[in-house]
């Protein structure tokens, strides 16, 4: 293993601010799927064979519930854990959580200052900085286990460098089509790249892609599936749980909102299951993790004389969800959507997915990389819909101040589109609290 023994001289910089503006110009493009880079780097710093169990989350919607949830679980069975996520939506330090805590700026800048130290003159993109930081801090803080986000796809995202004990492939839908194929039969077999030879699998879809399916038999991996292998039932306030030799009933609905995280947690039980022997849970413990999970951004409620929910949902799968909590869940009044996009998505599709749900349109231009203006949006909304109120604004604060304007004590105001879209209202909104 590379020595972690570094003087002021081998350190490049001194803030994480100006160890992640120099990531973001090392590599070529900002994007640049493959295993080559990082395994050479990760090889290099002895990481390749970590000691705690690996969990990867894949799939196009629901990774991000999936790890708080499986990350609560296992916190209040007392085990060490150890969460990667991207992206962040307020902090970098969002990424690297140990025990579900943020790790601090001089913890990543170690990790950073070792990984530059171990890559000579390997170029490596933002992306995989990070995860190699996540594994170098995860091997110093003696977790019990990893819980590991898929970036984009899953065959040839970094995370997939490391073997996992467990797979979970949450779902799939059309995203990212630039780089994992415009049909899901392509994107699953992307997604099904976390899967491993004799190693088990969850899918949360009952019925996924053939090439998901395929490609576990091809391997000879274990899948288990929702709907088949495991199921679930809901029941008025509470739900039931049962899969090969374990049944758990008189569940409490996951501290999580939105109908669909019911799902999310069937599947994360499922791997839990799978875990065992090497981590063992109790009933008691699963209950209580299911109440404490927190993920910020999905269907978050901003208390207030107008009510008001945050949501990243950014492709028409996530958006079907997010209509689908806003069906189950109806407000007195008139729904007014805030919505700011990349121009690369499928805005038109999310707009599709969403107009039974909203009665007023606020679309605001995002002022990033890649961000469409409120005027394409609105090109785009008059594509799919004519007859109902429609605003632009120059940036999304603006647009969510306005919507609170115009909305009655009986309406909500409902923020969406992109995790840049929530976040500019997060930290809007934590500024107005202090």
Same mark, same amino acid.
């Not at 969002?94 to 000579?120: M, N, S, T, Y």
């Not at 898929?150 to 970094?158: I, N, S």
């Not at 995203?175 to 190693?199: M, S, Y």
């Given at each position: 293993?590379?020595?972690?023994?570094?003087?002021?001289?081998?350190?490049?910089?001194?803030?994480?601010?100006?160890?992640?503006?120099?990531?973001?110009?090392?590599?070529?493009?900002?994007?640049?799927?493959?295993?080559?880079?990082?395994?050479?780097?990760?090889?290099?710093?002895?990481?390749?064979?970590?000691?705690?169990?690996?969990?990867?989350?894949?799939?196009?919607?629901?990774?991000?519930?999936?790890?708080?949830?499986?990350?609560?679980?296992?916190?209040?069975?007392?085990?060490?854990?150890?969460?990667?996520?991207?992206?962040?939506?307020?902090?970098?330090?969002?990424?690297?959580?140990?025990?579900?805590?943020?790790?601090?700026?001089?913890?990543?800048?170690?990790?950073?200052?070792?990984?530059? +130290?171990?890559?000579?003159?390997?170029?490596?993109?933002?992306?995989?900085?990070?995860?190699?930081?996540?594994?170098?801090?995860?091997?110093?803080?003696?977790?019990?286990?990893?819980?590991?986000?898929?970036?984009?796809?899953?065959?040839?995202?970094?995370?997939?460098?490391?073997?996992?004990?467990? +797979?979970?492939?949450?779902?799939?839908?059309?995203?990212?089509?630039?780089?994992?194929?415009?049909?899901?039969?392509?994107?699953?077999?992307?997604?099904?790249?976390?899967?491993?030879?004799?190693?088990?699998?969850?899918?949360?879809?009952?019925?996924?892609?053939?090439?998901?399916?395929?490609?576990?038999?091809?391997?000879?991996?274990?899948?288990?599936?929702?709907?088949?292998?495991?199921?679930?039932?809901?029941?008025? &306030?509470?739900?039931?749980?049962?899969?090969?030799?374990?049944?758990?009933?008189?569940?409490?609905?996951?501290?999580?909102?939105?109908?669909?995280?019911?799902?999310?947690?069937?599947?994360?039980?499922?791997?839990?299951?799978?875990?065992?022997?090497?981590?063992?849970?109790?009933?008691?413990?699963?209950?209580?993790?299911?109440?404490?999970?927190?993920?910020?951004?999905?269907?978050?409620?901003?208390?207030?004389?107008?009510?008001?929910?945050?949501?990243?949902?950014?492709?028409?799968?996530?958006?079907?969800?997010?209509?689908?909590?806003?069906?189950?869940?109806?407000?007195?009044? &008139?729904?007014?959507?805030?919505?700011?996009?990349?121009?690369?998505?499928?805005?038109?599709?999310?707009? &599709?997915?969403?107009?039974?749900?909203?009665?007023?349109?606020?679309?605001?231009?995002?002022?990033?990389?890649?961000?469409?203006? +409120?005027?394409?949006?609105?090109?785009?909304?008059?594509?799919?819909?004519?007859? &109902?109120?429609?605003?632009?604004?120059?940036?999304?604060?603006?647009?969510?101040?306005?919507?609170?304007?115009?909305?009655?004590?009986?309406?909500?105001?409902?923020?969406?589109?992109?995790?840049?879209?929530?976040?500019?209202?997060?930290?809007?909104?934590?500024?107005?609290?202090?």
């Amino acid at each position: 293993m590379l020595s972690t023994s570094l003087t002021s001289a081998d350190r490049r910089f001194a803030t994480l601010d100006e160890w992640l503006t120099w990531q973001e110009t090392l590599h070529h493009s900002k994007i640049d799927l493959g295993l080559e880079r990082i395994r050479q780097v990760l090889q290099r710093m002895g990481l390749e064979h970590p000691a705690y169990a690996v969990v990867t989350i894949g799939g196009t919607n629901g990774k991000g519930s999936s790890v708080a949830l499986l990350d609560s679980i296992l916190s209040a069975a007392g085990y060490r854990t150890g969460a990667y996520t991207s992206p962040h939506l307020l902090r970098y330090n969002e990424r690297v959580r140990i025990c579900r805590q943020d790790v601090e700026d001089a913890r990543l800048c170690r990790a950073f200052e070792r990984i530059d +130290a171990a890559r000579g003159d390997i170029s490596l993109t933002y992306f995989e900085f990070a995860t190699l930081a996540a594994f170098e801090i995860f091997h110093h803080a003696a977790i019990d286990v990893a819980i590991l986000e898929v970036g984009m796809g899953g065959r040839l995202d970094a995370v997939n460098v490391v073997d996992p004990d467990v +797979a979970l492939v949450t779902t799939v839908g059309i995203d990212h089509v630039k780089w994992l194929g415009g049909d899901r039969e392509t994107i699953g077999r992307e997604k099904a790249g976390i899967f491993r030879a004799a190693r088990p699998a969850v899918c949360g879809e009952p019925d996924p892609p053939e090439s998901l399916l395929g490609y576990a038999r091809q391997l000879g991996t274990p899948l288990y599936r929702s709907g088949h292998e495991y199921t679930y039932v809901t029941h008025d &306030k509470r739900w039931s749980w049962q899969g090969p030799g374990q049944r758990y009933d008189g569940l409490p609905y996951p501290s999580l909102q939105g109908d669909f995280q019911i799902r999310n947690a069937a599947g994360v039980i499922m791997v839990l299951e799978l875990l065992k022997p090497r981590l063992v849970i109790n009933q008691e413990q699963l209950s209580s993790g299911l109440q404490h999970a927190v993920n910020i951004g999905r269907f978050q409620v901003l208390p207030g004389d107008v009510t008001c929910i945050l949501d990243v949902a950014h492709n028409p799968h996530g958006a079907q969800a997010l209509a689908q909590a806003l069906g189950h869940h109806p407000c007195q009044g &008139k729904t007014h959507a805030v919505m700011g996009m990349l121009a690369d998505k499928d805005i038109r599709g999310v707009i &599709k997915e969403m107009m039974p749900q909203v009665d007023v349109w606020h679309l605001a231009s995002l002022a990033v990389e890649r961000g469409a203006s +409120a005027t394409r949006l609105l090109e785009d909304f008059r594509s799919v819909a004519q007859d &109902k109120p429609v605003y632009k604004y120059p940036d999304v604060i603006t647009a969510w101040q306005e919507a609170r304007q115009l909305a009655q004590p009986n309406d909500r105001v409902v923020v969406f589109g992109s995790f840049h879209t929530v976040a500019d209202v997060l930290r809007h909104h934590s500024n107005s609290q202090n």
